[in-house]
C-alpha cells in the first residue's frame, strides 16, 4: 500500500479533485474550490489555468468554473451544467 501511495501524481489527484468539485457544486469560484478540497489557493489558480487550457472547465463572466465540453466529449455525453458551458462559450466570442 505504501508503495501504491508513493506512486501516485499529485498534481493529477489535485486536478481530478477540483473536476469532482466542479461537477458537484456547478458553477463555483477558485475560493470556494480551496476551501472545498484543501488544496491551496494559489495550486488550485495553477491547476484551473492548465484545465481551462484543454477545456476541462470553462470560466463564467462572472468568474465562477463549469465544467467544460472536453470533459463531456470524452464521457460522450452532458451532466447538469453542460448548457451553461456551451452558453459560456457563446458569450465570449
Not at 505504501?2 to 501524481?9: F, G, I
Not at 488550485?44 to 470553462?58: A, N, S
Request: glycine letters at 10%; a positive charge; charged letters at 20%.
Amino acid at each position: 500500500m505504501a508503495s501504491e501511495k508513493q506512486s501516485m501524481v499529485r498534481s493529477l489527484q489535485r486536478g481530478l479533485q477540483l473536476m469532482n468539485a466542479v461537477g458537484e457544486q456547478g458553477p463555483v469560484h477558485a475560493k470556494q474550490l480551496a476551501r472545498h478540497t484543501g488544496v491551496p489557493l494559489a495550486t488550485v489558480y495553477h491547476l484551473l489555468r492548465t484545465l481551462l487550457h484543454d477545456r476541462y472547465v470553462v470560466r463564467l463572466g462572472d468568474g465562477s468554473y463549469v465544467l467544460g465540453p472536453a470533459l463531456h466529449a470524452a464521457h460522450g455525453g452532458s451532466t447538469r451544467y453542460a448548457v451553461a458551458a456551451m452558453d459560456a462559450k457563446r458569450c465570449e466570442i
